[in-house]
């Protein structure tokens, strides 16, 4: 059975511009959280999905946003980036995101913005 | 609000040596605790998981973990580390609302041959 699989795995992008980054989730699962890791810091909560609703937010700016399409895979945009906003992107499904539901990770992007 | 704390940044142990990685958290009631690892420029593996019952935990790869409400510590452990294990080690949790992850800064294991 195929992982989580994310798209593109390595991005270079200027300041000021946009990014999409893609999420597929793993087969039957419908929740798919997003996490940001900057260099040497553990992951820090994004997003949260399921069902296609917003679940949950974490601590970022307005720039950062993502949906959920009826596939359940998922896409997150970050507008406007700054330097800061260099690090690895993380995509965790699960089945249900309830709080006894394993998260399982895909490989990650990563973004540098130069 | 919660946080888990992993006071060591770095450990190195020789291969065939017991390894022990610390673990503590911030949070009033028990929450659900997760050991993962991370190989350099991969994703996160998870090592194991505690939700309730037994306090002691047994994992993927040989490792185990300890869970002591009294200390508010989940501890890592291995009883003889091979080299394949040199890789960074993040604990993390989830108190509450939807199974959203609050890990700590990571400690990075370095073995030596």
């Known amino acids: 059975d195929a992982g989580v699989t994310q798209s593109p795995t390595h991005l270079i992008k200027t300041r000021g511009q946009h990014v999409t980054l893609r999420c597929s989730p793993i087969?039957?699962?419908?929740?798919v959280s997003w996490y940001q890791q900057v260099l040497g810091q553990g992951p820090q909560f994004i997003f949260q999905y399921y069902e296609k609703e917003e679940r949950g937010r974490g601590n970022f700016p307005d720039r950062f946003s993502a949906r959920q399409f009826p596939n359940y895979s998922s896409e997150l945009n970050v507008n406007a980036l700054l330097l800061g906003d260099s690090a690895l992107y993380l995509c965790?499904?699960?089945?249900?995101?309830?709080?006894?539901?394993?998260?399982?990770f895909g490989q990650g992007t990563r973004l540098t913005v130069v | 609000a919660q946080s888990v704390t992993q006071p060591d940044i770095h450990i190195t142990v020789s291969e065939g040596a017991s390894l022990e990685l610390r673990c503590n958290y911030s949070?009033?009631?028990?929450?659900?605790l997760f050991w993962y690892v991370q190989s350099p420029g991969q994703g996160l593996q998870l090592l194991l998981k505690?939700?309730?019952?037994?306090?002691l935990v047994q994992g993927i790869k040989g490792f185990e973990a300890e869970f002591k409400r009294s200390q508010s510590s989940f501890n890592l452990r291995k009883p003889s580390v091979h080299w394949s294990d040199a890789a960074e080690y993040f604990c993390?949790?989830?108190?509450?609302?939807?199974?959203?992850?609050?890990f700590g800064t990571g400690t990075q294991l370095k073995v030596e041959l």
């Open positions: 993390a949790c989830i108190t509450g609302g939807g199974n959203k992850l609050t």
């Open positions: 087969s039957g699962h419908k929740s």
């Open positions: 965790a499904s699960s089945n249900t995101g309830l709080m006894n539901t394993e998260a399982f």
């Open positions: 505690y939700f309730s019952g037994d306090t």
């Open positions: 949070y009033g009631a028990t929450p659900y």
